[in-house]
């Protein structure tokens, strides 16, 4: 890369320097020295003859349009695999660097990233390395532990590089390992990518294609992602292959040839039973995908060979890695990291804190390394100009000496004097933007001492609203704690409502059975009263036809007694004609005339006696009439109102108010069974 030793220096002792890390930062020192270890081993990288399995013959450089073919030099499988081995140390290193700007412990992040911290997945290798760490991050926290399966990252390294090459060597059978790792190397640890690369110098390094075109490879279609998505532990898959789209075929004899050699497991490390096995079964389904797509792709291509035309192949990989690539450019690792109010506001102002500290590190180097970029220059161009004084002092020497110089002499001479005056030109510029880096550095301090002061103020702030947020939330839990004072006063009232609720609903139905019992009576009580008035019609009806009988009686009476009363009044007259006549049967007639006035006499008060009787019935039936329906002696005294019957006596009255009362219940009438309201004395003539 051509570094001074100044520069060499300066980036040694900036490893030296402790690790200053702040959020979001990326370490230019390990990109700009892991992209110089690649562009310098592509400077100088030639295809050796054994990457084509042999281990001697004669190499043969390929010429092409392409830098990373212009630039095909000498190097062995032992270069090649250690340059591969530093640009994944990088990107482990990396990984965990990331993982610790995230906020995670180092050992935490080391543990995470030599459990699961594998290569493999839908992006590019950091990006998986960080996503599989943090799933299993987020595995472990739920309290799943899985075992580490490396003790250091040298040994994850050289397993990921060898399952890798060994992956692209299934899916082309014939790379040797140099050829895996050259096009790992050339795709930047892409698997996908590196599938579908072709190896420079086709006719001498890689299989001769025939007449026909049958051994043509375009795997442009199975280079996407779905070649990198592997998952479940350390092996290359979880039990299914991956799914192919391919646009390409392969001349299926070749191809079925190479894809079914015997599928071995590294045995460069110490795995486990189990390990291998799941080793062996994932890349096993692989090839069994590989060989299925390739056979569907024939059969399409068989079909469709009369009308179709075929494109380059170097275009589509391009548009295919193109196409495939578009679906993971949004992919975020930071969704993660959630800022809310005031938080947000301050993490923004940290971060941009730190890039401008960033920033002002960056510029701050880069002013020191033009610095003394520009002092080497000057020394060495003082060192020149010195010479040049030298070879000028001898060239006056020599004038002094000599009285003719040639015309090459001046011509030199003149131009070292040029040289000199550029040299001048040049330290004088160097000067200059020494002098402006110095104040754009000085600037950079004062904007970085501004933006101290602003995260000073910016802390505070934070204090304070931590303050009022810490205020708010006694505030917040005094309201909760109210809260639920009232939820639990709100549940009581409610049980209060539900119990007036179940009260108002058992006094509905009591009043329903009221209001039906009420009916109920109001009926009785009215079909009484029908009795009562229909025995009262009957009553007058039988009084009317009684005091009728009764005035036919006395009529009758009457006529008889006045017809006994004239057959008296005869009889008495024929007793004094018969006293006239005859004094000798006196005494017979005498008794002859008594006898009937006797038997007259005795009609007469068999007749008055029957009257009475008669007269004592209906005197009785008005007494029945008036007696107490309780006693059945005395006559009734009482009026109840509102139903206005007179039924009882006065004593009796007192005797069943007092019994119904003393009971706790409402006193009814005995005849009509209607609530008494009001009861009433009255007297009558008997009274």
Request: proline fraction near 2%; include cysteine; charged fraction near 30%.
């Amino acid at each position: 890369m051509g570094c001074t030793v100044r520069d060499k220096h300066v980036r040694a002792a900036r490893k030296i320097r402790p690790a200053y890390k702040p959020e979001l930062e990326i370490d230019l020192d390990r990109v700009a020295l892991s992209k110089s270890i690649v562009e310098s081993s592509l400077k100088n990288l030639v295809y050796h003859p054994g990457l084509t399995g042999s281990t001697s013959g004669s190499c043969c450089v390929h010429s092409g349009t392409s830098f990373e073919e212009s630039v095909w030099g000498y190097c062995t499988e032992e270069n090649l695999q250690e340059i591969l081995l530093k640009h994944l140390e990088f990107l482990y290193d990396q990984a965990v660097s990331n993982l610790i700007d995230l906020g995670c412990e180092e050992s935490v992040a080391m543990r995470a990233v030599l459990s699961n911290g594998h290569c493999y997945g839908e992006s590019d290798v950091l990006k998986n390395i960080v996503n599989n760490s943090l799933s299993y991050l987020n595995i472990s926290s739920n309290g799943d532990q899985s075992e580490a399966g490396f003790t250091d990252l040298r040994d994850l390294e050289e397993y990921s590089l060898d399952g890798m090459v060994y992956l692209l060597q299934q899916v082309r059978p014939s790379f040797s390992k140099g050829d895996a790792m050259w096009c790992l190397l050339m795709s930047e640890l892409h698997v996908g990518k590196a599938s579908t690369m072709d190896l420079p110098n086709r006719g001498t390094c890689c299989a001769k294609e025939d007449s026909h075109g049958e051994g043509t490879l375009d795997l442009a279609g199975f280079m996407a992602p779905a070649l990198c998505r592997f998952h479940g532990g350390w092996a290359f898959g979880n039990g299914g292959g991956p799914e192919f789209s391919g646009k390409g075929w392969f001349s299926m004899n070749n191809a079925e040839l190479k894809l079914q050699r015997e599928i071995e497991c590294p045995r460069r490390f110490n795995l486990s039973p189990t390990m291998k096995s799941l080793l062996k079964r994932n890349v096993a389904a692989f090839a069994a995908g590989f060989r299925a797509s390739m056979k569907q792709k024939q059969k399409q291509i068989d079909d469709g060979t009369s009308g179709e035309g075929a494109d380059p192949t170097h275009v589509e990989s391009e548009e295919s890695v193109g196409s495939v690539l578009e679906k993971f450019r949004d992919l975020n690792l930071d969704d993660n990291l959630e800022s809310v109010g005031e938080d947000g506001v301050i993490v923004t102002l940290l971060r941009q804190v730190k890039d401008l500290e960033k920033k002002l590190k960056e510029r701050k180097e880069w002013a020191q390394k033009k610095a003394m970029q520009a002092a080497q220059k000057v020394s060495d161009e003082l060192t020149e100009l010195k010479s040049l004084n030298s070879e000028r002092e001898s060239i006056q020497m020599l004038k002094k000496g000599k009285q003719a110089v040639d015309e090459s002499t001046v011509k030199r001479l003149s131009e070292l004097e040029n040289a000199v005056r550029k040299a001048t030109c040049q330290r004088d510029t160097a000067n200059a933007i020494v002098r402006t880096l110095e104040n754009q550095n000085a600037e950079i301090r004062a904007e970085r001492e501004g933006l101290k002061l602003s995260a000073s103020e910016s802390m505070k702030a934070c204090m304070e609203e931590s303050k009022k947020e810490k205020k708010c939330l006694k505030k917040h839990l005094a309201w909760q704690k109210q809260k639920l004072k009232l939820q639990d006063e709100i549940t009581a009232e409610k049980e209060k409502i539900k119990a007036l609720y179940k009260s108002l609903a058992q006094i509905t139905q009591d009043e329903k059975e009221i209001e039906a019992k009420r009916v109920e009576e109001q009926k009785a009580k009215e079909q009484a009263l029908a009795q009562v008035e229909e025995e009262q019609r009957s009553k007058e009806a039988a009084e009317a036809h009684n005091k009728r009988k009764l005035e036919t009686l006395r009529l009758k009476i009457e006529l008889d007694f006045q017809r006994r009363k004239d057959d008296h009044q005869r009889l008495e007259q024929e007793l004094s004609l018969l006293k006239a006549s005859s004094d000798t049967d006196s005494s017979h007639l005498s008794s002859n005339v008594w006898e009937p006035e006797r038997s007259q006499g005795e009609n007469i008060a068999k007749l008055l006696e029957e009257l009475d009787k008669l007269e004592g019935s209906y005197e009785s039936e008005a007494n029945n009439d008036r007696e107490c329906i309780i006693c059945m002696k005395d006559e009734v005294s009482v009026v109840f109102l509102p139903c206005a019957h007179q039924v009882v006596c006065g004593s009796c009255s007192d005797n069943f108010f007092s019994s119904n009362n003393g009971g706790g219940g409402k006193v009814t009438c005995p005849c009509c069974r209607a609530v008494v309201q009001q009861r009433i004395h009255i007297f009558g003539a008997t009274s």
